[in-house]
């Protein structure tokens, strides 16, 4: 074993060529696809049903001639398994909803239903109960189009939201996500509107039990949460009988507060889900397709696509300042000067894009000033912890030619982190104590994602922020002055968030990742925090966690975990070798070695060996399997830019050690 101080600067280390290769070939590859205006960007893969309900969109509003949407069939083809349905993420077996919406799309695509390919996917989607055992939002695309009763569906009474916020109950209770995405629907389930499409199409021969004999009811599990069922039916009848309270008005508070939200771009939110249901509030509302509002609400739609010579696709949202901030850190860590002028142009850039508009957060957070970042171009309303923490560091990293400037957004950020601690002493992503759970049991919620509470990992990352801010490390080895110290959160505050912290680790060491997969994550996240904030009173804490990652090492020298993972815990830890995973493992143990002051060096020295020997010519490493996750168990995330500097991140802090 060797400690940090006697491996630091040891040249003549065995092997130290090849990796210096490995991470001047990795950061050729970043800086060559650095965009004009300096910042980062790469596609944002998740399943295809954001596609499929594109495609329904621009069918609704008579727009689909005006977009390559006959690429949309190819892409959807390619897409496609053996098995004959789609999935959820890479190697699923296919999912059934994700399924149902690829074959919608296609038949609204003009693919008749006798096509090989469908025909191949309807016996999948049999055998997997049919459109009866969709997901809520499935059936709601369906009922649009006439394919599925809105008899099924949960009713929302639009006075809702008409709720005042001091209410126990309201649409701030509710997480950014699905606020944004639940407000607009309001109107469109009040209206239940029901449109012909050209084609017109039928899908009753994906009803396992046929259309005529299909039981239009929500699903009762048989315990407390039925007594929403009965209220659902309590709702129904109200709107049969017209007796619904306050109906118009909060039609039509939904609806200023819609428009409110549309950013300049024409974004709402952010994420498509929150797009595509403002401009189905809109069509409900018979908004016209001209209309300034509507145009540019599709323009924004079409922002997110991604198109080739054969295929056109959309992704579920854009991660710019993400990608950028990450892409930073890997390029400084593996030994890029601070003030090279890529670095300079992607800190300048983040700089511009830092929020100062009060958002949606103020209304529990009311200490709390603007000056947080969002995860994409243009989102004021809805910045985020975890990317303000991660910008915080990345240009904590670098120089700039105005480092005054620099430093007074850097203080506002971490102003607006401090407000945003949650009760139990963790932070969430969007919002403040947005933990109401039993709202993840109401029929309407059964992607179990209808709130934002605090997590281990954005909590490990603020303090991981913390740490960078009060100490940078020495060992980076170009002689910066330490960052000032009027930026640490107050020491209340930190003890809060480690007490949360050590109740949140698992029984064998690790803790859970709510925003990538999963546990390995999670732990890498807080090791890299305790390291530099609690490394003296969380030994045994930092010691279980670096054990249980040594101990998930796969027989190749790499990590992986599958998202099954989230379904059955059992599965923590285990999955085929991935490269950004590998590298979050090894970012965690030396993380743990820099806090005991001893490094798993053949752990370490057999991963980094992976990442070598499986780096691609030109700097790359590829990776088939989603890391990032939406949400636990339903939507998935592959961002194609984690393979590349992740890795990058962990070469470059290994020959630091070595």
């Given amino acids: 074993?060797?400690?940090?101080?006697?491996?630091?600067?040891?040249?003549?280390?065995?092997?130290?060529?090849?990796?210096?290769?490995?991470?001047?070939?990795?950061?050729?590859?970043?800086?060559?696809?650095?965009?004009?205006?300096?910042?980062?960007?790469?596609?944002?893969?998740?399943?295809?049903?954001?596609?499929?309900?594109?495609?329904?969109?621009?069918?609704?509003?008579?727009?689909?001639?005006?977009?390559?949407?006959?690429?949309?069939?190819?892409?959807?083809?390619?897409?496609?398994?053996?098995?004959?349905?789609?999935?959820?993420?890479?190697?699923?077996?296919?999912?059934?909803?994700?399924s149902v919406e690829a074959?919608?799309?296609?038949?609204?695509?003009?693919?008749?239903?006798?096509?090989?390919?469908?025909?191949?996917?309807?016996?999948?989607?049999?055998?997997?109960?049919g459109i009866s055992k969709t997901r809520i939002f499935t059936k709601f695309h369906l009922g649009l189009i006439g394919c599925y009763d809105w008899r099924g569906l949960p009713s929302i009474p639009s006075w809702v939201m008409l709720l005042p916020d001091?209410?126990?109950?309201?649409?701030?209770?509710?997480?950014?996500?699905?606020?944004?995405?639940?407000?607009?629907?309001?109107?469109?389930?009040?209206?239940k509107p029901v449109y012909i499409t050209e084609p017109a199409i039928s899908l009753d021969e994906l009803y396992t039990e046929g259309r005529s004999n299909a039981r239009f009811e929500l699903p009762r599990q048989g315990d407390w949460t039925d007594l929403f069922v009965h209220l659902d039916g309590a709702f129904k009848l109200a709107e049969d009988l017209n007796l619904v309270p306050f109906r118009q008005e909060g039609i039509d508070a939904a609806e200023?507060?819609?428009?409110?939200?549309?950013?300049?771009?024409?974004?709402?939110?952010?994420?498509?889900?929150?797009?595509?249901?403002?401009?189905?509030?809109?069509?409900?509302?018979?908004?016209?397709?001209?209309?300034?509002?509507?145009?540019?609400?599709?323009?924004?739609?079409?922002?997110?696509?991604?198109?080739?010579?054969?295929?056109?696709?959309?992704?579920?949202?854009?991660?710019?300042?993400?990608?950028t901030a990450l892409v930073m850190r890997s390029l400084v860590d593996s030994g890029l000067a601070p003030d090279h002028p890529a670095l300079v142009h992607g800190g300048e850039w983040l700089l511009e894009k830092q929020i100062l508009d009060y958002g949606d957060w103020a209304v529990k957070n009311r200490k709390g000033k603007p000056g947080a970042w969002a995860f994409e171009f243009d989102n004021r309303f809805y910045p985020d912890v975890d990317d303000s923490a991660v910008v915080v560091m990345a240009l904590c990293a670098v120089q700039l030619p105005n480092e005054p400037l620099k430093q007074a957004a850097i203080d506002r950020a971490v102003d607006w982190i401090a407000t945003m601690q949650c009760t139990p002493g963790g932070w969430a992503a969007f919002d403040l104590n947005n933990d109401q759970d039993w709202l993840n049991a109401i029929p309407y919620g059964d992607l179990k994602a209808m709130i934002d509470p605090n997590t281990a990992d954005v909590t490990a990352r603020v303090l991981e922020m913390v740490g960078k801010l009060e100490t940078r490390q020495k060992a980076e080895g170009r002689g910066q002055k330490a960052v000032s110290t009027q930026n640490a959160l107050p020491t209340p505050a930190i003890d809060r968030a480690l007490t949360y912290l050590r109740a949140e680790q698992e029984p064998e060491g690790c803790w859970f990742g709510r925003w990538g997969v999963n546990y390995i994550y999670g732990t890498s996240g807080v090791l890299a925090a305790l390291s530099l904030v609690a490394a003296a009173t969380h030994q045994r804490e930092i010691e279980q966690g670096a054990s249980w990652l040594v101990s998930c090492q796969n027989a190749d020298g790499g990590w992986g975990e599958t998202c099954f993972s989230y379904n059955d815990p059992s599965l923590k830890g285990q999955g085929t070798s991935t490269a950004s995973q590998t590298a979050w493992a090894l970012i965690g143990l030396m993380a743990a070695g820099d806090a005991t002051g001893t490094y798993a060096m053949d752990t370490l020295d057999r991963g980094i060996q992976y990442l070598l020997q499986t780096q691609q010519p030109d700097g790359t490493w590829n990776e088939d399997y989603f890391t990032g996750t939406g949400f636990p168990c339903h939507f998935y995330l592959k961002y194609h830019l984690y393979q590349q500097h992740f890795p990058l991140t962990a070469i470059g802090r290994y020959r630091l050690i070595k």
């Fill in 256 to 323: 200023k507060w819609v428009l409110e939200r549309q950013e300049a771009t024409g974004d709402w939110g952010g994420i498509i889900p929150a797009m595509l249901n403002s401009l189905l509030a809109l069509r409900a509302l018979d908004y016209n397709v001209a209309d300034p509002i509507v145009e540019r609400g599709l323009k924004a739609v079409d922002n997110f696509a991604l198109e080739t010579d054969e295929h056109y696709w959309i992704q579920p949202c854009i991660s710019p300042v993400w990608d």
């Fill in 1 to 98: 074993m060797q400690t940090q101080e006697q491996g630091v600067g040891n040249s003549a280390t065995a092997g130290s060529i090849e990796v210096d290769e490995a991470i001047a070939r990795s950061q050729n590859y970043l800086l060559s696809l650095q965009y004009p205006d300096g910042y980062w960007w790469a596609e944002l893969e998740s399943n295809v049903t954001i596609t499929a309900e594109v495609v329904l969109l621009h069918k609704l509003w008579g727009t689909d001639k005006t977009r390559p949407l006959h690429k949309v069939e190819a892409y959807l083809r390619s897409q496609q398994r053996e098995h004959g349905g789609w999935e959820l993420f890479y190697g699923d077996g296919g999912e059934l909803s994700t």
């Fill in 166 to 191: 001091a209410f126990p109950v309201n649409i701030y209770e509710l997480s950014s996500w699905a606020r944004g995405s639940t407000v607009p629907l309001l109107i469109v389930f009040d209206r």
């Fill in 103 to 129: 074959y919608m799309a296609l038949r609204l695509l003009g693919v008749p239903a006798t096509d090989p390919a469908l025909q191949k996917a309807r016996s999948f989607i049999l055998r997997r109960g």
